[in-house]
């Protein structure tokens, strides 16, 4: 499918964004107020996505990781959500690690808290939403690492924390979505959790960045070009060439990973490179699913509040992560 344009009812709210953006401040604004002005837009998460109904049992945990340097933190919270009511507390459950966006250096577990309420109420599964170390304070590998570390916490506490071994899967959006991809890499090279599914949501993939996407939405689409530009810019301060578990699309091997979902967005700058790394996961023999949620801009498919189109793309990931049938849609 070639270029598209965003949906209409979408075109003033990118006219907001880029008004927003010609009066952000200079670049003496300091990353922590960035990420400040970020957690407060209107169209964050908390503001656009539907919860769904019915209770849920949350609580947050600290698990051990690494840490990047001396005195760097040596733990990560990792916030779980699991459906109350009808399931007995100690019934094994689909479980989904979930990796927020952000460009690897904003979002938090707070800021995609309606996304893991929704699919924990939704599929229904359990929702861990990993809370890894940001860049630029801690570059690459800190968040690939410490979303590992989370992962085999959870794996290793299958039992304890009521875990369907044969219903786990990784996920995230964006950057986060990029993260979960090299999860899934890792787990195949380490012998780490055997996983039913890796559901990346308009991933950020691709450091060298050679999608066309990226060139036809450069500006006034949202997500910039030079959004991503800075993203991998932070991410990637002192790593030495593109490492695979840092930009996945650019890995050498990607046979015997999971089944993947992958999901884009028609005007993202993004777009070209999800879809790019699903051809090549189909080629090397793993089982894809992909849909492109056409018209929308990078993240817009969120606001499934107002936008039906946004709605059925979020239906389709619930089913991903229910088992549902893998379907081709785009």
């Given at each position: ?180 991809a090299a999860l899934a890499l890792m787990a195949r090279d380490r012998g780490g959790p055997a996983l039913r599914l890796q559901l990346l949501e308009i991933p950020m ?71 790019a790394y699903a051809a090549r996961l189909r080629t090397a023999g793993v089982e894809v699913a992909t849909y492109r949620a056409s018209g929308h801009v990078h993240s ?31």
């Open positions: 499918m070639g270029d598209e344009r965003p949906l209409p009812v979408l075109r003033g709210a990118l006219a907001v964004v880029a008004l927003a953006e010609r009066r952000r401040p200079s670049s003496a604004t300091t990353v922590a107020e960035e990420r400040l002005a970020d957690e407060r837009s209107p169209l964050s998460m908390r503001n656009v996505t539907r919860q769904g109904r019915g209770a849920l049992l949350e609580e947050d945990h600290r698990v051990p990781v690494e840490p990047a340097a001396p005195g760097g933190e040596a733990t990560v919270r990792v916030r779980r959500y699991r459906p109350a009511g009808p399931v007995h507390p100690d019934e094994p459950l689909a479980t989904h690690v979930l990796v927020h966006g952000g460009a690897y250096w904003a979002g938090s577990v707070g800021a995609y808290d309606p996304l893991c309420r929704w699919y924990a109420r939704q599929v229904p599964c359990q929702v861990f939403s990993v809370g890894y170390r940001r860049a630029p304070e801690h570059p690459y590998p800190a968040a690939a690492e410490d979303s590992y570390a989370a992962l085999t916490w959870v794996a290793d506490r299958a039992d304890a924390l009521g875990v369907d071994r044969t219903r786990l899967s990784v996920g995230g959006v964006s950057a986060g979505g990029g993260i979960a993939l691709d450091p060298t960045m050679t999608g066309r996407s990226l060139e036809t939405y450069a500006y006034g689409y949202g997500l910039s070009r030079a959004d991503v530009a800075v993203g991998w810019e932070r991410y990637l301060a002192g790593a030495v060439g593109v490492p695979a578990y840092a930009g996945p699309y650019g890995a050498g091997d990607l046979t015997g990973l999971p089944p993947a979902a992958v999901l884009t967005a028609g005007c993202d700058p993004l777009r070209d490179e999800g879809e817009s498919h969120y606001l499934t509040r107002f936008l039906p189109s946004a709605r059925a793309a979020v239906a389709w990931t619930t089913d991903a992560l229910r088992g549902g049938p893998a379907r081709v849609v785009g």
